[in-house]
T-cell receptor, first 115, second 116 residues
C-alpha cells in the first residue's frame, strides 16, 4: 500500500481557476514537503513543513499556499492558475527536518495541466 | 547556491552489464549530503543511495554503489549486473549540512535503458 497518498493523480484546470492538491502520509513522519517537476526544469523544492509549521518557502508566487490541517497532511492550494503552472507536483516526507539531511520519501505525484 | 549537473541525457546498456552515471555538483559548503533517486516509468520517485561528504568510504547498497570524488565535486552512480527493471530516470541531488530543511537540489536526470 502506498505510504504517501496524493490526490488526484491527474488534474486539468482552466486558466484563472483554483485547485487544491491533496497529500497524506502514513509513515509517521514529522516533516513534509512539496516539490515540482516540469518539462522545462528538474525537480524543484517548493515548501517544507515540520510539525505543521512552515519552515522554508522557495516559491516566489503567493498563488501557491500549503495547508496543513493535521500533522500527516500537507495540501497545496494554487490560485489564479496559469499555463506555466502545468507540472507534476510531488509531495514528500521525512522523519524529521533537522541539521542532518533526511532521506525523502515521495508520493506518486499529481499531474496538473492548465489550459 | 548549490547546483547539480548531469550531462548524460540518456544511456543504453545491455542487461547484466555495469553502468556508471555521472554527476557533478557545485556548493560553497564544506559539508553536504549527496543522493541518488530513481524515477520509474509510472512516475514514482524512489530513494536509492546517499553519500555524506565527510565520509571517505563510498556508499554501497545492493547493486548500487557510488564513486565519490570530493576534489572533483563528483558523485557517480554505479549499477552492477543491470536488470531490465533498472530502466528508469536517475536523479542526482544534494543538500547542505545544516539550515537546509531538506531542500534538495536536483540534477536534470539521466534516462537509463537496459536492453535484453
Amino acid at each position: 500500500d502506498p505510504k504517501i497518498i496524493q490526490k488526484p493523480k491527474y488534474l486539468v484546470a482552466v486558466t484563472g481557476s483554483e485547485k487544491i492538491l491533496i497529500c497524506e502520509q502514513y509513515l509517521g513522519h514529522n516533516a513534509m514537503y512539496w516539490y515540482r517537476q516540469s518539462a522545462k526544469k528538474p525537480l524543484e523544492f517548493m515548501f517544507s513543513y515540520s510539525y505543521q509549521k512552515l519552515m522554508d518557502n522557495q516559491t516566489a508566487s503567493s498563488r501557491f499556499q500549503p495547508q496543513s490541517s493535521k500533522k500527516n497532511h500537507l495540501d497545496l492550494q494554487i490560485t489564479a492558475l496559469k499555463p506555466d503552472d502545468s507540472a507534476t507536483y510531488f509531495c514528500a516526507s521525512s522523519q524529521d527536518l533537522g541539521g542532518r539531511a533526511e532521506t525523502l520519501y515521495f508520493g506518486s505525484g499529481t499531474r496538473l495541466t492548465v489550459l | 547556491a548549490q547546483k547539480v549537473t548531469q550531462t548524460q541525457t540518456s544511456i543504453s546498456v545491455m542487461e547484466k552489464t555495469t553502468v556508471t552515471m555521472d554527476c557533478v555538483y557545485e556548493t560553497q559548503d564544506s559539508s553536504y549530503f549527496l543522493f541518488w533517486y530513481k524515477q520509474t516509468a509510472s512516475g514514482e520517485i524512489v530513494f536509492l543511495i546517499r553519500q555524506d561528504s565527510y565520509k571517505k568510504e563510498n556508499a554501497t547498497v545492493g547493486h548500487y554503489s557510488l564513486n565519490f570524488q570530493k576534489p572533483k565535486s563528483s558523485i557517480g552512480l554505479i549499477i552492477t549486473a543491470t536488470q531490465i527493471e533498472d530502466s528508469a530516470v536517475y536523479f542526482c541531488a544534494m543538500s547542505p549540512l545544516s539550515g537546509s530543511f531538506n531542500k534538495l537540489t536536483f540534477g536534470a536526470g539521466t534516462r537509463l535503458a537496459v536492453c535484453p
